[in-house]
């Protein structure tokens, strides 16, 4: 493997002589990091759209005017490739318009010569034994979705085609054999009512993936892998007809208009509530349908309670909770006693000049989520907190719902990245002490999903199983809890699978759930929402719209 001080040298192979948006991002990304080099870049002799012309006859004219006007990634524009100006350019024979792809002689020793240690590929051809022997960790490709990758298969239309809630993506490695490992994937939310924007989140992710393969490799000298083979792609695809076409570009109209009613006439009302079970039983969702929740009363419709965890303070419950009002536009941490008292008012606990969330506890401290402050910090609350510098700095990282886990003599810290759609990623920190040093998990993103990845409450252990909450936000931000269950953890490995499935049992809350969190061994706390009209909400949506100004920082849907 690869040492840390050594640099990567990388090539690659794209499809004709200009590179792609995405593509240029895949390579300025690992570029970035440092102690990398792009040593050659391949292009086979034609364009991708010229390559895919012999299937044009046989296609509708409606498919041929949408697949020109109406779907159009940004990502998907030619230009030229910044990052490789100056690099080594080289052709691959091309022995048929639809097919395979050769190397002479004298190109097969130019590339040998490199010393590559990996190549990335952005041809649909199979290019493993092509490049045999050629480079150390073998060649990366990209794979979307469940068909080969060629320009008559737009990325995301088959699933907004089917109304399908995710869309699958996998960055893959091939070697000589026949079969390819898969090296990190990712199940990504399907935007139901636009294949451009849906496929759009899907590249702007999958351009940081070779760059996290190779900075796992420059922490740890091991190669990222998911332990799973690559499915065989479908090969033929059959656009819609002219009238099934027509009829879906209605459907996707109508889901458009709903998407805009939803934006800027309905708004997230979260609450909180107690449910008198031990949160064991959250395992076992079928046994909760009939579960009582006792929720507090919210004093209007312009606030929310959310992100909620309880601790015992002097032999009594004390709820601490995101306190959210759209008027100020801004969150703080605030606390209530349990059981609910008549009357009375949250007390504010941190309140800074920015928004605050997700008051993760840990013994006597506090660890708010603050990410535009871009640290993880821990605040004592044995004392008055008033300067949001005052606490523990634990890591520098733009954090999003930070969750804190002593297990195995090690402190870890399980977090999503703003920076990284938070919504489908989970990183892992560790450290021996809570003070540190932390180090980030060389496997980051350990998880790239939609529907279980987001922290969702702190980990509990059950019949010597350590389990993690995460929201399952595949069809709506906070639509669910998924529960994991811990396989590995380690320093260099993390594994997990999900166990269970819950959505809010509040019937007057029926729209989310996405924090819970035990208060003892008998009762569990969480939080649900409902999709109402708020008009500073959408007073808010509106100036967004107009501005391009968000002026506080809340969850996004």
Not at 127 to 145: E, N, S
């Amino acid at each position: 493997m690869i040492k840390r001080a050594e640099v990567i040298r990388f090539g690659v192979l794209c499809q004709g002589p200009q590179l792609s948006v995405w593509e240029s991002q895949v390579l300025e990304a690992v570029l970035l990091l440092g102690h990398t080099s792009l040593e050659v870049l391949l292009h086979t002799e034609l364009p991708a759209a010229e390559a895919a012309s012999t299937t044009r006859a046989s296609t509708s004219l409606a498919w041929r005017f949408y697949r020109k006007w109406l779907y159009r990634p940004v990502a998907l524009r030619r230009a030229p490739a910044t990052a490789a100006r100056n690099t080594p350019r080289l052709a691959c024979t091309t022995q048929s318009l639809r097919g395979e792809l050769g190397l002479d002689e004298s190109t097969r020793a130019a590339v040998s010569k490199c010393q590559l240690d990996f190549i990335v590929s952005f041809v649909a051809q199979p290019t493993g034994r092509l490049f045999a022997g050629l480079a150390q960790l073998g060649v990366w490709g990209f794979q979307f979705g469940s068909w080969q990758n060629t320009a008559e298969v737009p990325i995301s239309f088959w699933e907004v085609y089917t109304s399908q809630l995710t869309s699958y993506a996998a960055l893959y490695r091939m070697t000589g054999s026949e079969e390819c490992d898969v090296l990190q994937e990712g199940v990504f939310r399907t935007l139901l009512h636009s294949p451009t924007h849906s496929a759009a989140a899907m590249y702007k992710e999958c351009a940081n993936w070779p760059a996290d393969i190779c900075r796992g490799v420059m922490q740890g000298g091991e190669l990222k892998r998911t332990g799973r083979q690559l499915a065989p792609p479908i090969v033929d695809f059959q656009p819609p007809a002219n009238a099934a076409l027509l009829a879906f570009l209605g459907r996707l109209s109508g889901r458009k208009l709903r998407q805009l009613y939803e934006t800027y006439l309905q708004a997230d009302q979260w609450n909180m509530g107690v449910v008198n079970r031990p949160i064991q039983d959250f395992l076992r969702p079928d046994s909760l349908r009939d579960a009582h929740v006792d929720a507090p009363p919210l004093p209007d419709r312009n606030v929310f309670y959310a992100d909620s965890f309880a601790r015992q303070e002097e032999n009594k419950t004390v709820v601490y909770f995101e306190f959210y009002d759209y008027r100020v536009r801004r969150g703080n941490i605030s606390r209530l006693s349990y059981p609910w008292q008549a009357g009375e008012v949250p007390a504010p606990v941190l309140s800074f000049p920015h928004h605050l969330s997700y008051p993760f506890l840990h013994g006597p401290y506090c660890m708010p989520e603050a990410w535009v402050t871009n640290s993880i910090r821990l605040y004592d609350l044995r004392a008055p907190v008033t300067d949001h510098t005052a606490g523990q700095l634990l890591l520098e990282a733009p954090a999003v719902d930070s969750t804190l886990l002593e297990y195995q003599g090690r402190h870890w810290l399980f977090y999503a990245r703003m920076d990284r759609d938070p919504m489908l990623n989970l990183f892992i920190a560790y450290a021996d002490t809570l003070e540190g040093p932390w180090h980030e998990h060389p496997q980051n993103p350990v998880k790239t999903t939609i529907r279980s990845a987001r922290p969702g409450g702190p980990f509990f252990e059950h019949a010597g199983k350590l389990y993690r909450p995460a929201q399952d936000c595949a069809q709506d931000y906070g639509y669910g809890i998924t529960i994991n269950q811990v396989l590995t953890l380690t320093p260099t490995e993390y594994a997990e699978q999900e166990v269970a499935a819950l959505t809010s049992p509040h019937p007057g809350y029926p729209d989310g759930l996405h924090t819970i969190a035990a208060v003892d061994e008998a009762s569990t706390l969480i939080d649900f929402k409902r999709r109402r009209f708020i008009p500073f909400a959408t007073l808010l949506a509106l100036w967004i719209t107009v501005s391009g100004v968000i002026p506080f920082k809340r969850k996004r849907r």
